[in-house]
T-cell receptor
């Protein structure tokens, strides 16, 4: 099964530390998305890539957040100087693009900031 | 402010009963997708509806897209405990190239 994978699945960090998450999309998918989901809510869009180009960032995304997709394959999401409010599930999804709207999600990374 | 409103937020029923979840918006979407999510896992795609008025069936699940492509419903017939989960609707707008999710409906099917 070559679905979307994310690493790590869980991360506990102290406030003020930096964290980095990785997402490996489905191999032939050229679009990659990051979402954040807090308890009891639906996922909220953070940013997306078309191949290696980051095409949109949500206004919700502070400048402590940065995402990359250097070779158009895997992506990383870094959060600098973490705050307790950053605690959430970070979800990655990929899609074929080109008129295909279906997005396939990874299992997520659960971040807890203490 | 949620662009997509789901109702109800929580539904608890007995095994064998039917249920309907609603997803409403004032906006038009190019397509609408339904997902189911288990605790601690990512959402799993159930179906995509694209055409206004479209009805799709997936075993005991029936999905309908409103004629104006602003709303959708999910109906489960003879629910089973395995149907328990968080059901999410998500609208896609080609102009934005991203999904907008509803707040989800938590379904509990008791044996």
């Amino acid at each position: 099964d070559t679905g979307v994978s994310q690493d790590p699945r869980h991360k506990i960090t102290k406030r003020g530390q930096n964290v980095t998450f990785r997402c490996d999309p489905i191999s032939e998918h050229n679009r990659l998305y990051w979402y954040r989901q807090t308890l009891g809510q639906g996922p909220e869009f953070l940013t997306y890539f078309q191949n290696e180009a980051q095409l949109e960032k949500s206004r919700l995304l502070s400048d402590r957040f940065s995402a990359e997709r250097p070779k158009g394959s895997f992506s990383t999401l870094e959060i600098q100087r973490t705050e307790q409010g950053d605690s959430a599930m970070y979800l990655c999804a990929s899609s074929l693009g080109a008129g295909r709207h279906e997005q396939y999600f990874g299992p997520g990374t659960r971040l807890t900031v203490t | 402010t949620q662009l997509l409103e789901q109702s109800p937020q929580f539904l608890s029923i007995q095994e064998g009963e039917n249920l309907t979840v609603y997803c409403n918006s004032s906006s038009v979407f190019s397509s609408l997708q339904w997902y189911r999510q288990e605790p601690g896992e990512g959402p799993v795609l159930l179906v995509t509806v694209v055409t206004g008025g479209e009805v799709k069936k997936l075993k005991r699940l029936t999905f309908q897209f409103g004629d104006a492509r602003k709303d959708s419903s999910l109906h489960i017939t003879a629910a089973q405990p395995g149907d328990t989960g968080l059901y999410l609707c998500a609208g896609f707008r080609a102009a934005g190239n991203k999904l907008t999710f509803g707040g989800g409906t938590r379904v509990l099917v008791k044996p």
